[in-house]
């Protein structure tokens, strides 16, 4: 529902339009998506016309979370006013839309160089809406628990992850040897940070992109 109010000291002497955009911003512009309108009477001063509710669609390309409902008085500028810059009203409204993340995650608070040892991790849809497609988790190691601050390592192990429905999970193990010092690919020892990634590839749009990592604490020796 919306409500129009001429707040001039005079007639509006023509009917117009409050028409509403679709727009993942608050800002008005030509990329926005106008998804509905409503007739607006002929309005005396200080007097207000209030709409039904009635139901628009989304924008097929919309993407999931916070998006925003701008409403535009006289959008078809027909109507001269004393004020144009006070026609608009934004509303933010969240689309659903999937949500991965990582909800457990396991492995020894000690690994030894050259020795085997095994990641196990929960990889959820916490969002609304399947995912629609399958999903990588990935692992690194770390000198930092904050992915990409520090020295990383993206071990060649992962877990595939089938097409999640909402609420569902896909537990993963996978195996690992950190090679030996002076091998390829081996890290110094002191305390690393394993952290789980899922959706590593960026694949899948999401309601929320800052909840996909997990992270444990281990001894490299």
């Given at each position: 529902?919306?409500?129009?109010?001429?707040?001039?000291?005079?007639?509006?002497?023509?009917?117009?339009?409050?028409?509403?955009?679709?727009?993942?911003?608050?800002?008005?512009?030509?990329?926005?998506?106008?998804?509905?309108?409503?007739?607006?009477?002929?309005?005396?001063?200080?007097?207000?016309?209030?709409?039904?509710?009635?139901?628009?669609?989304?924008?097929?390309?919309?993407?999931p979370g916070t998006n925003y409902l701008i409403l535009v008085a006289d959008g078809g500028q027909i109507v001269g006013e004393t004020n144009e810059s006070n026609n608009t009203r934004t509303k933010s409204i969240f689309v659903a839309g999937p949500d991965l993340a990582v909800t457990a995650l396991s492995a020894p608070t000690t690994v030894t160089k050259g020795t085997a040892f095994t990641v196990k991790d929960t990889t959820k849809n916490q969002g609304a809406l399947p995912v629609g497609k399958g999903s990588t988790t990935s692992f690194y190691l770390s000198t930092t628990a904050t992915l990409g601050t520090g020295t990383q390592v993206l071990l060649p192990v992962s877990h595939t992850v089938p097409d999640l429905i909402a609420g569902a999970s896909d537990y993963g193990v996978v195996s690992y040897t950190i090679p030996i010092s002076g091998q390829p690919g081996t890290v110094a020892a002191g305390t690393w940070y394993l952290i789980a990634v899922a959706d590593a590839g960026k694949l899948v749009v999401e309601t929320d992109e800052n909840d996909n990592t997990r992270t444990l604490r281990v001894t490299v020796k």
């Amino acid at each position: 529902t919306d409500t129009t109010k001429n707040q001039g000291t005079g007639q509006t002497k023509i009917a117009s339009k409050t028409c509403i955009f679709f727009s993942r911003d608050a800002i008005l512009d030509a990329t926005d998506t106008k998804i509905g309108e409503r007739s607006v009477p002929i309005l005396n001063a200080g007097s207000s016309s209030s709409g039904s509710t009635f139901t628009l669609p989304i924008p097929s390309g919309a993407l999931p979370g916070t998006n925003y409902l701008i409403l535009v008085a006289d959008g078809g500028q027909i109507v001269g006013e004393t004020n144009e810059s006070n026609n608009t009203r934004t509303k933010s409204i969240f689309v659903a839309g999937p949500d991965l993340a990582v909800t457990a995650l396991s492995a020894p608070t000690t690994v030894t160089k050259g020795t085997a040892f095994t990641v196990k991790d929960t990889t959820k849809n916490q969002g609304a809406l399947p995912v629609g497609k399958g999903s990588t988790t990935s692992f690194y190691l770390s000198t930092t628990a904050t992915l990409g601050t520090g020295t990383q390592v993206l071990l060649p192990v992962s877990h595939t992850v089938p097409d999640l429905i909402a609420g569902a999970s896909d537990y993963g193990v996978v195996s690992y040897t950190i090679p030996i010092s002076g091998q390829p690919g081996t890290v110094a020892a002191g305390t690393w940070y394993l952290i789980a990634v899922a959706d590593a590839g960026k694949l899948v749009v999401e309601t929320d992109e800052n909840d996909n990592t997990r992270t444990l604490r281990v001894t490299v020796k």
